[in-house]
Each structure stands twice: as C-alpha cells, then as structure tokens.
C-alpha cells in the first residue's frame, strides 16, 4: 500500500518557479514508478511527467518539456515536480500518482496506470 500527500503549491508569477513534493508513507515506496498529472477546471486530468521507481528514466508532456523536472527520492520516500518558466496555462490542481505495478522500468502517461493518488495540491500562475 503506497499513500501520497502533495505539498508545495500556491501562487506563482509567470515565469517564476514552484517546486511541489510528494511524500510517500508506504513502506515500499522506492518500488513504484511516480507521476505527476494536473487538472484545470473543466478539463480532462492530464499526464505532466513521470519517473520510473528508480529514477533512471523520466518523460514529460510536450507542454512542459524543457521547463518542468520530476525526480524521485527513495531515501526520503518523496517524489519531486521542479516547475520553472511558469506560464498562466499551467494553474491546476498537481496531483502524485504511483503506478499500479512495483518496479517498473518504462515510464507510462496513461491515468489508468496508476492506482495510488495524493489529494493534490493547487498552483496559480499569475500573468
């Protein structure tokens, strides 16, 4: 069993940077693949980036490639969402997700993969 709290959302000005945290309680934590997904309101949750369970692979939607970094800490049990070069089209609600299956090496976007949630933590950018 794998629980994930959000941390580190608010209010950001366009083109400033916030850096979300993902704590895991689980013991096996450092065994899932993590991703980060958002959701605006009115629109479909969607996939932002994700990592592998141990951190040697990651992958990002198109509109945040080059801007965004996750990366994991198994150590720490935590999994991380750096978010530079903020843009107003990036305020959602951020939430951690593991993946359903342990040990995954390939990184996966599709929601349907993961089976563990955070309640998601809010992010306003502000032009």
């Known amino acids: 069993q794998v629980q994930l709290v959000e941390s580190g959302g608010g209010l950001a000005q366009a083109g400033g940077s916030l850096r979300l945290s993902c704590a895991g309680s689980?013991?096996?934590?450092?065994?899932?693949?993590m991703g980060w997904f958002r959701q605006a309101p009115g629109k479909e949750r969607e996939f932002v980036a994700g990592?592998?369970?141990?951190?040697?692979?990651?992958y990002y939607a198109s509109s945040v490639k080059g801007r965004f970094t996750i990366s994991k800490d198994n150590a720490k049990n935590t999994a991380y969402l750096q978010m530079n070069s903020l843009e107003p089209e990036d305020t959602a609600v951020y939430y951690c997700?593991?993946?359903?299956?342990?040990?995954?090496?390939?990184?996966?976007?599709?929601?349907?993969?993961?089976?563990?949630w955070g309640q998601g933590t809010q992010v306003t950018v502000s032009s």
């Open positions: 990592i592998n369970w141990n951190g040697g692979s990651t």
């Open positions: 997700a593991a993946d359903r299956k342990p040990l995954r090496v390939a990184v996966t976007s599709e929601r349907s993969e993961y089976a563990y």
């Open positions: 689980g013991r096996t934590f450092r065994n899932y693949a």
